[in-house]
């Protein structure tokens, strides 16, 4: 009677016959972070293992992720000049639409998902046009801005767009934008749940996007909040996005599981990067065995709810499950 449980945990046949969740590489998306220039591949000192990198260096690291099976990646743009509203990004020759257009030359096989928002192209870091009277984010000057970056990713040949700026009304916008232009099978995937978390840190090294003043609790939400977390994405899901996300993952657990039995959409979970970076710190310190944390967190999600993973662990988890 006492072996209730224990009885189906002997054998490690059987063990692996009645495991619930899987995890797989088809579950994740690799971020990448492009700047300028030839040659370069810059490791950031805050996120060991995450570099930035020239457009010539994606290309071959497009070669390397192939091989250990990830064709998805999630591109990230640091441009040369920014200015109040973040012109690059409205450019077709900026630096995430020359990107778009050399990976797919080189690698027409890897999916490429861009993120879709500004706070890396402003030069106040804020994720769109301010507002001069309340110092914050114009929403709807914003999303129009939204709508014409979306549409220089879909010209670039993206197969994927995320918006991430938290805007009342961005995916309206953008599948308008995008629709008009005749990218009626663009699919979008919106950061519908998007915290106000203390996590981006180590994202905002690498991507150079802090904001010079404030910070962004006027757009993101509140990490207390429950209710509004599942009205966010359900709201998302209304506009017409395809694919829902809550975003960090690790700490918002319940949120996932909140939101997945809220819809019938595909949902993903971002591994964001200070929650990579605390595994990695803690595993260079000895404190933990960094393979195995690594893989319980992932599979945490996916018990959570998440259909797909962005993470920076990609690599190193495709290496271990071909194993
Ligand atoms: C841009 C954006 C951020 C992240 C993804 N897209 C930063 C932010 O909102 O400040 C964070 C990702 C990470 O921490 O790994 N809006
Ligand atoms: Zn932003």
Redesign the pocket.
Known sequence: MFARFRRKRIHPVLRDLLQETHLSVNDFIY?LFVKSGVGIKEEVGSMPGVFQMSIDEIVKECDALKQLGIYAIIL?GIPDVKDSVGSDAMCEHGIIAQTVRAVKAAHPEMFVVT?L?F??YTDHGH?GVLDPVLHTVDNDITLDNLARQAVVHAKAGVDLIAP??MMDGMITAIRAGLDNAGFVNLPVMS?ST?FASA??G???DV?E?SPSFGD?RSY?MNPANRNEAIAESLEDEKEGADILMV??ALAYLDIVRDVKNNTTLPLAV?N???E?AMLKMAGRAGVIDYDKVMMETLMAFKRAGADIIIT?HAKEAAILLQQ
């Open positions: 971020p990230f993120d928002c706070c890396e994720c991430s700026g950061y998007k996590y981006y180590p994202f905002r991507a996007s962004r993101q975003k960090p971002y964001v990067s200070g990579y920076y």
